[in-house]
């Protein structure tokens, strides 16, 4: 039975939106893979890397930030920090031991930011590997003209259509400034473990120069990053998703 199949559980929080998340125990490091913004669990990369690890018999761990998919509360109230602060909740209930973040486009700076929070805490073991997919920092710096940028501040939200939904992109102040307040790619990034960056050559939304400067920013010295011909911003062809397993998989298998 694969993970879409089933009822997602639910994590109570004093003061802060139930959240709705999938997890399957087995063997570490626990992957927790981190959606897009406006983005979910149900999603066919998560879907297809929960669905393997549950074969493998791999602990492994999904969830729906605040505001989103099948979690409570509402998308205009959250914030980047917000959704950190969802993940590490995760990891606390769920997670033991080391994990292997995977973050998809704005996830991918989730990624980076919750593992620095999770170094900063638990020590470096904490953190297995990274797998970026078209990981997104900054990109409330990059990804905005200074007209949006304008807009956002004096107005309190830019609503954009989107390719990728039914529903348009918002792009609230508070997670404009939040984003702008945890940039990461302006100095060096503490994080040394070992770190996969895969994006799309054609990738229309996050310019694959995005990861290069990411693995430059890095500490690790374990940082390669693949550039996959003819692949967009989604990378969800199914040469994608086996490119994401293999990758997932081998950092897994050598902890």
Known sequence: M???????????????????????????????????????????????????????????????????????????????????????????????????????SMGGWLMLLTALALVRRDGPSRVAGLVGIAAAPDFTDWGFTPEEKAIILAEGALVEETPYGDQPYVTTRGFFQSGEANRLLGADIPLACPVRLLHGQEDGDVPPDISLRLAAALASADVQVTLVKGGDHRLSRDTDIALLIDTVARLATAN
Request: glycine share 12%; with cysteine.
């Open 2 to 104: 694969t993970q879409v199949e089933t009822a997602p559980d639910t994590l109570d929080r004093p003061g802060r939106p139930r959240l709705a998340y999938r997890h399957v125990a087995g063997h570490g490091p626990t992957i927790v893979f981190l959606p897009g913004y406006m983005s979910d669990m149900a999603g066919g990369k998560a879907t297809a890397l929960f669905d393997w690890a549950a074969a493998e018999g791999r602990a492994c761990l999904l969830l729906d930030y605040a505001g989103c998919g099948l979690s409570d509360g509402l998308f205009a109230d959250q914030t980047l920090l917000d959704w950190r602060g969802d993940v590490l909740d995760l990891i606390d209930a769920k997670a033991e031991g080391p994990v292997l973040l995977v973050g998809s």
